[in-house]
């Protein structure tokens, strides 16, 4: 902190005529003090973070991770504030209106759980109204601070289209990787679907322990993220119908690939945050705090975010028709599956593998 103040000196303010006489230094300049200045401030939040006795209580969240970098261990300060909700309430939706549109925005059936975590209120004061298009009351700049939801439908017919099955009679995941019955479920849905499978993974440690195995097992070629680039892999996966492609998180969210070349997505557990992530723990420990539940704020939402996405991969265009495995019997047996299940397209539900295999072959049988 008094390195970055005493740089900040140094430096001393722009001389009169600076800017026109050499604008590129001018430029350079202020982007350094803009840099100094950074620095300063997050020295000072981090000292100051830990004057507040209570962890559920501080503005920000401060960690030290070790990353490997090169062969070696370079440990990191990092710093994230506990909540945004305060800064976009008061800065953005406070001074415009603003209309957020996305493809999962609600979580357990519901818009509020992201609402919260913005600044809004829980639920919105809007009245019916329908004198307006939406069918609720029309915004008013006299009224108090409230916000307005609508779900638009899609133009997918999830239950004639696709099949969500859940592998209730699997054993719950653990953590040494996925166990022999894991891969035998895996390699029976690919070989019924005849390849087209994307495999979204909770690690990449799970991703090529599956894709090795069934390179093993299988006829139809099996890729993994990190063979090549991940836009390449995608190009390939999608140009060759019997290929599958496994992969992580960026898959989750990053892959569009319409037509016969997707027709089965599989997920090997409910992406629940790792139970070691500090600022996951922080925000969940500071609902716990004000008597809210902070698995399912946080964790729960979470998961239920990831799911929506990664469950999001397999209809891409009208004509697409396939099946969603979820290869965690969590999803079908815990107290909170009925949560996550409620963030989940309507698709057709069943626990029975058999059926699911025959639906895959019948789907594989029907291409030309």
């Keep these: 902190r008094d390195a970055a103040w005493s740089l900040r000196t140094a430096i001393g303010p722009a001389k009169p005529g600076m800017a026109a006489a050499d604008p590129e230094a001018a430029a350079a300049r202020n982007a350094a003090l803009s840099s100094v200045d950074d620095v300063h401030d997050s020295a000072v939040r981090i000292l100051t973070a830990f004057d507040e006795p209570d962890p559920a209580k501080r503005k920000d969240v401060v960690w030290l991770s070790s990353d490997e970098f090169r062969g070696s261990v370079r440990r990191s300060v990092r710093m994230a504030p506990l909540s945004v909700g305060g800064l976009l309430r008061s800065r953005l939706f406070a001074e415009s209106t603003v209309v957020l549109t996305s493809a999962t925005l609600?979580?357990?059936g519901s818009?509020?759980?992201l609402a919260?975590?913005?600044g809004l209120p829980a639920e919105s004061s809007a009245r019916p109204d329908s004198g307006t298009a939406i069918g609720t009351e029309a915004p008013s700049d006299a009224s108090a601070f409230r916000w307005n939801s609508l779900d638009v439908g899609s133009p997918f017919d999830h239950a004639k289209a696709g099949i969500i099955y859940i592998a209730r009679h699997l054993p719950t995941p653990g953590r040494d990787g996925l166990s022999p019955v894991y891969l035998d479920e895996i390699a029976e849905l690919?070989?019924?679907?005849?390849?087209r499978a994307l495999g979204l993974f909770s690690s990449m440690r799970a991703a090529k322990a599956a894709s090795e195995a069934m390179r093993e097992?299988?006829?139809?070629p099996i890729l993994c993220q990190g063979d090549d680039a991940t836009g390449t892999l995608v190009k390939a996966f999608a140009k060759d119908e019997p290929t599958s492609l496994f992969g992580t998180l960026s898959l989750w969210q990053g892959v569009d690939v319409p037509g016969p070349s997707l027709?089965?997505?599989?997920l090997d557990r409910i992406p629940f945050p790792r139970p070691d992530d500090p600022l996951l723990m922080a925000r969940q420990q500071a609902i716990e705090s004000h008597g809210g539940n902070g698995f399912l704020s946080v964790s729960a939402n979470h998961a239920a975010l990831l799911l929506?996405?990664?469950v999001g991969r397999l209809l891409r265009s009208t004509d697409d028709k396939g099946v969603v495995a979820v290869l965690d019997p969590r999803l079908a047996t815990a107290r909170y599956a009925g949560y996550l299940r409620a963030s989940l397209?309507?698709?057709w539900e069943t626990t029975n593998p058999e059926v699911v295999r025959k639906a895959l072959t019948r789907i594989r049988d029907s291409r030309p």
Excluded at 190 to 195: F, H, N
Excluded at 263 to 266: G, M, Q, R, T
């Design 345 to 347: 397209p309507p698709f």
């Design 111 to 113: 818009f509020d759980g």
């Design 263 to 266: 027709s089965l997505v599989i």
């Design 106 to 108: 609600t979580v357990g």
């Design 116 to 118: 919260v975590n913005w």
């Design 190 to 195: 690919v070989e019924a679907a005849g390849g």
């Design 217 to 220: 097992r299988l006829d139809t």
């Design 308 to 310: 929506a996405q990664g």
